[in-house]
Structure formats: C-alpha cells, structure tokens
C-alpha cells in the first residue's frame, strides 16, 4: 500500500487562493471560465479570430507551466514530483480524461471551480460525476486490481 500523503495546509491554502484569485481575475477582466481544457482546446483549434485571444491563452498556460519555477524562486527547492506508473498507462488514462472533458463539456476547472462559484445545476452535476468517478477509480486500483 502506498504511504499516506503528507499534510500541508499551508501551501494547499495558497495553492487553492490563487487557483480562486487566478479564476476571479480571468472572469473579471475577460469575461471568461478558467477551464484549462478549454483555454488548451483554444489554442490548439482554429485560430480564433481575434489575436488577443489566443494571446490571453498562451499568457495563462505559460503561469502555469511557470509556477514551478516561481516555487523555486520562493523556497529554494523544486515541488517533489513521483510518477510511478507506467508510460502507456498515464497516455491511455490522458486520453480518457481528455474524452471526458469533451463529454462533459468541460473540465474540473471549468466546473468544479468556476461552475460551482457561478452555482452552475450542470457543474454540479458534472462535478458530482468527476468526484464518483474519482472515488470508483481509486477503489478499484487499490482494492481491486
């Protein structure tokens, strides 16, 4: 069986305000849902018709793809990453989840954090779906298989 997680409230709490604030901001000054799946799918579809949308997408990807290093830049240590699993498993699991954000017309972003902040019936709904899915997952590797 795999060792517990550690517990870190502090860097979860700062990791989930600036989810909130970074989800706030993007509705706030772009009238937009912070749903990585469709700021991704934006920029990998056609080209949108107005440049400065794509450039807001590319802003918001290169944040995250940064934050590591901005981590860096505050503790001095990179965040400790452990991917066990196996190469085919992680891109069969990546296409399912990508499936499933279409299916769901959306992600756990989009509707788990900005859905639900909006009380969205259908985010409810679908993060409703995503967290039994989850918990059917996690059963079923650890218990099951």
């Given at each position: 069986m795999d060792a517990p997680t550690a517990f870190t409230p502090f860097s979860a709490l700062l990791g989930g305000v600036l989810i909130g604030l970074s989800a706030v901001m993007l509705m706030a000054l772009n009238g937009?849902?912070?749903g990585i799946a469709g700021i991704v799918g934006g920029l990998l579809g056609p080209a949108p018709f107005n440049g400065l949308d794509r450039f807001w997408r590319l802003a918001f990807v290169a944040g995250l793809v940064a934050a590591p290093a901005l981590w860096f830049a505050v503790t001095g240590a990179m965040p400790q990453v452990s991917v066990t699993d196996s190469w085919p498993l992680l891109i069969?699991?990546?296409?399912?989840?990508?499936?499933?954000?279409?299916i769901g017309s959306g992600c756990t972003s989009g509707h788990g954090v900005c859905g639900?902040?909006?009380l969205s019936p259908r985010?409810?709904?679908?993060?409703?779906?995503?967290?039994a899915a989850a918990l059917l997952t996690v059963f079923v590797t650890r218990h099951l298989v």
């Open positions: 937009r849902i912070a069969v699991a990546g296409l399912i989840v990508g499936v499933g954000t279409q639900l902040a909006r985010s409810l709904v679908a993060t409703g779906v995503f967290m």
